[in-house]
T-cell receptor, first 116, second 115 residues
Framework: GAGVSQSPSNKVTEKGKDVELRCDPI?????LYWYRQSLGQGLEFLIYFQGNSAPDKSGLPSDRFSAERTGGSVSTLTIQRTQQEDSAVYLC??????????????FGPGTRLTVT | AQKITQTQPGMFVQEKEAVTLDCTYDTSDQSYGLFWYKQPSSGEMIFLIY??????QNATEGRYSLNFQKARKSANLVISASQLGDSAMYFCAMRDNNYGQNFVFGPGTRLSVLP
């Protein structure tokens, strides 16, 4: 079946512009996660959606970052007034449910964001 | 406080030999899950193996096994008969109820398999 998809795969933007990154989770997966990974680094948690519950936004680095998930499916991560330090790969993952500890995450291929 | 520790930033192993990648974790929850992911240079994150805190047996998946020592809070990944294609970053992750069932990842270990 189809995996997690993300678009665009690459995005180059000028400093100060807004960008939107999209994530399509696996159908039926109720949990959706966004991470940021700088070059050669680990995963930095950004935000987590579980069903219709309020999202866990505790990882968003500043108020320039926001995310929404419409209809419990597609999610959009928006970065306003981009800065050079926002350059990274943004990874999206989905999981069947967050109510069971054994359910692993399935990751998308990521969006590589470069802010010039 | 960091919840997942991977003390080996980089490891080398000879092809066909076994290698152990260390992972220790911190949780006050009795029920939790431990995961290992592989990230090759292509960037994709690949799920390898899962261990539940109540599982009595160590998890195994093909050449991957998890050396789970609950009292020590360690969940080391053992790769047997290393192959060149095993060269990648390896991340240990945990999910527990104390963290809202979110995943917490360690900093990763870069494994290089030598021919």
């Amino acid at each position: 079946g189809a995996g997690v998809s993300q678009s665009p795969s690459n995005k180059v933007t000028e400093k100060g512009k807004d960008v939107e990154l999209r994530c399509d989770p696996i159908s039926g997966h109720t949990a959706l996660y966004w991470y940021r990974q700088s070059l050669g680094q680990g995963l930095e948690f950004l935000i987590y959606f579980q069903g219709n519950s309020a999202p866990d936004k505790s990882g968003l680095p500043s108020d320039r970052f926001s995310a929404e998930r419409t209809g419990g499916s597609v999610s959009t991560l928006t970065i306003q007034r981009t800065q050079q330090e926002d350059s990274a790969v943004y990874l999206c993952a989905s999981s069947l449910t967050a109510s069971g500890l054994s359910y692993e995450q399935y990751f998308g291929p990521g969006t590589r964001l470069t802010v010039t | 406080a960091q919840k997942i520790t991977q003390t080996q930033p980089g490891m080398f192993v000879q092809e066909k030999e076994a290698v152990t990648l260390d992972c220790t974790y911190d949780t006050s929850d009795q029920s939790y899950g431990l995961f290992w992911y592989k990230q090759p240079s292509s960037g994709e994150m690949i799920f390898l193996i899962y261990q539940g805190s109540y599982d009595e047996q160590n998890a195994t998946e093909g050449r991957y096994s998890l050396n789970f020592q609950k009292a020590r809070k360690s969940a080391n990944l053992v790769i047997s008969a290393s192959q060149l294609g095993d060269s990648a970053m390896y991340f240990c992750a945990m999910r527990d109820n104390n963290y809202g069932q979110n995943f917490v990842f360690g900093p990763g270990t870069r494994l290089s398999v030598l021919p």
